[in-house]
């Protein structure tokens, strides 16, 4: 059942008055009782519909945006895209992260409804759909950025993983690699498998070996790789930071990039260009990713409708040196 206003009112102690005075951060509510009904919410989990906040309140002029960690390779990249365009339509941004799962997205939730900023730009946090779901039907407008495959009921924009992965083939094939190995991500997440199908679509492989989108998971797999004796003459790595680690320890083996082996990575993160080779990718277009979905949310805020399908913002081959 929906958290009411009562249900936060009788379990503060105080009046729905002074609840919906805390939610609309009018100045005349003592600041320990304000704390104290502030908790409550991120507690239930309270979440006032967005027209009644906007009646009471009006426009916030705020956006907020929630992601998993701010260490994700290209997370600033996306960042910028967002902040520039909310900025430029003289907008504020509140930025969350979200490192506990389940438990701090139903905080966010509360500090969602205290803060009542007028819509949302998400990364979704792993396993967050439902809480996300539930948000935007209680009234909060929501844009997600890159959907997991998962097909959210609210807008997003996502880019095309199966034919990103399928010009990595490609290119390969083009070249004349014939045995090429992969170092895929978490099998979780639908970019994964749609890089997967979108490669074997062009130059099918059984030699696959699951990473986790880490250096260091990149650089175990393709240890435990060589040591199996396998044949191989090319790595196709589902991010930049396993290829990363994928060209450590080809070279801690003794092949050389590109001559025995080539590497393909996907995202192009600033990193890609100065490694050693520099490392033919991908191209993830994160920052304009991060500005489509921003301007999709103002537009909405605006009395726009949201589009029925996912926005798709197409993916580009960069060739440098590790795959010429």
């Not at 600033?76 to 902040?83: A, T």
């Not at 090429?180 to 979780?188: D, H, I, R």
């Not at 250096?215 to 991010?239: C, I, K, P, W, Y």
């Not at 260009?273 to 990718?281: C, G, I, M, S, V």
Request: charged share 20%; glycine share 10%.
């Amino acid at each position: 059942m929906r958290v009411t206003i009562a249900d936060v009112a009788r379990a503060a102690g105080v009046s729905k008055t002074t609840v919906s005075r805390v939610v609309n951060a009018k100045a005349d509510v003592d600041g320990c009782t304000a704390d104290r009904v502030r908790e409550v919410i991120a507690r239930l989990g309270y979440v006032p519909s967005s027209g009644a906040v906007g009646l009471a309140r009006g426009s916030s002029r705020t956006v907020g945006m929630l992601v998993p960690s701010l260490t994700w390779p290209w997370m600033g990249e996306l960042l910028q895209g967002v902040v520039d365009t909310v900025e430029a339509a003289d907008y504020g941004l509140l930025l969350f992260t979200c490192n506990r799962g389940a438990e701090s997205v139903r905080r966010f939730t509360g500090q969602v409804s205290a803060r009542a900023f007028d819509g949302l730009v998400v990364v979704e946090p792993e396993n967050t759909l439902g809480h996300l779901t539930a948000l935007h039907r209680a009234g909060l407008p929501i844009v997600l950025i890159d959907d997991r495959g998962h097909h959210p009921e609210f807008p997003s924009v996502v880019t095309t993983n199966h034919e990103g992965g399928a010009s990595a083939a490609r290119h390969l094939r083009d070249s004349g690699r014939t045995g090429p190995l992969v170092v895929t991500g978490p099998q979780t997440f639908g970019c994964v498998r749609d890089r997967m199908r979108g490669f074997r679509s062009v130059l099918p492989t059984d030699l696959v070996v699951r990473g986790d989108f880490t250096e260091h998971g990149g650089r175990l797999a393709m240890e435990q790789f060589l040591a199996s004796g396998a044949e191989f003459d090319s790595v196709f790595a589902h991010n930049d930071i396993s290829a990363v680690g994928v060209l450590r320890a080809l070279r801690a083996a003794g092949r050389r990039v590109p001559d025995d082996v080539a590497v393909v990575g996907f995202d192009d993160i600033p990193l890609a260009e100065h490694t050693e080779p520099p490392l033919t990718t991908v191209r993830q277009p994160t920052r304009e990713m991060g500005e489509t979905a921003a301007r999709m949310l103002l537009s909405h805020l605006g009395g726009a409708a949201v589009p029925d399908e996912p926005v798709v913002l197409p993916t580009e081959l960069v060739v440098r040196h590790s795959a010429p």
